[in-house]
T-cell receptor
Framework: EAQVTQNPRYLITVTGKKLTVTCSQN?????MSWYRQDPGLGLRQIYY???????DKGDVPEGYKVSRKEKRNFPLILESPSPNQTSLYFC??????????????FGNGTRLTVT | GQQVMQIPQYQHVQEGEDFTTYCNSS?????IQWYKQRPGGHPVFLIQ?????EVKKQKRLTFQFGEAKKNSSLHITATQTTDVGTYFC??????FGKGTRLHILP
């Protein structure tokens, strides 16, 4: 089944403890992206990747890192989480790079709480 | 930067009533996409509009792209409880609108 898989679904951690949220897609998509969703703010892009070894900042990249060493994986790394990073995170992928031409496929989301 | 403005932010309707959400851009768009997110779920792609004045239908949902390609609408006829959720538009610069949350009153 074609899908985007994120793990974990829920995560509670403490300030400063490094964490990684994994994202994997099995559709051979070029484009992958991370979003955070907060009430009243919609979906805001954190980082995106147009292909392997190519990553770029989105609208809210501060406090986050990503890597794209393989086409299928795009982990989101929080080196030193802070409470303002408490949010619902979505990974998404699409077939083609470029600007909004291909439908995005989303993972099920990761709800992160930083205390 | 460019962003799409989506209105209204919230909408409460009685079951069976119609519902419309609008997406407006200050610049001409090459395309626009619509997504639906059920409560507790993830956004799911509904449709993409490309042509000026384009109208597409999916059962009770009607999507329109304005003649100037600066605005778009999603209209739901005779809402049902299964329509509950948040509807997002996404412009050609991969920016999402803030969404319209639809509540259905039984």
């Amino acid at each position: 089944e074609a899908q985007v898989t994120q793990n974990p679904r829920y995560l509670i951690t403490v300030t400063g403890k490094k964490l990684t949220v994994t994202c994997s897609q099995n559709m051979n998509h070029e484009y992958m992206s991370w979003y955070r969703q907060d009430p009243g703010l919609g979906l805001r892009q954190i980082y995106y990747s147009m292909n392997v070894e190519v990553t770029d900042k989105g609208d809210v990249p501060e406090g986050y890192k990503v890597s794209r060493k393989e086409k299928r994986n795009f982990p989101l790394i929080l080196e030193s989480p802070s409470p303002n990073q408490t949010s619902l995170y979505f990974c998404a992928s699409s077939l083609l790079s470029g600007h909004g031409n291909s439908p995005l496929h989303f993972g099920n989301g990761t709800r992160l709480t930083v205390t | 930067g460019q962003q799409v403005m989506q209105i209204p932010q919230y909408q409460h309707v009685q079951e069976g009533e119609d519902f419309t959400t609008y997406c407006n851009s200050s610049t001409t768009l090459s395309n626009i996409q619509w997504y639906k997110q059920r409560p507790g779920g993830h956004p799911v792609f509904l449709i993409q509009l490309v042509k000026s004045g384009e109208v597409k239908k999916q059962k009770r949902l009607t999507f329109q792209f304005g003649e100037a390609k600066k605005n778009s609408s999603l209209h739901i006829t005779a809402t049902q409880t299964t329509d509950v959720g948040t509807y997002f538009c996404r412009d050609d610069k991969i920016i999402f609108g803030k969404g319209t949350r639809l509540h259905i009153l039984p």
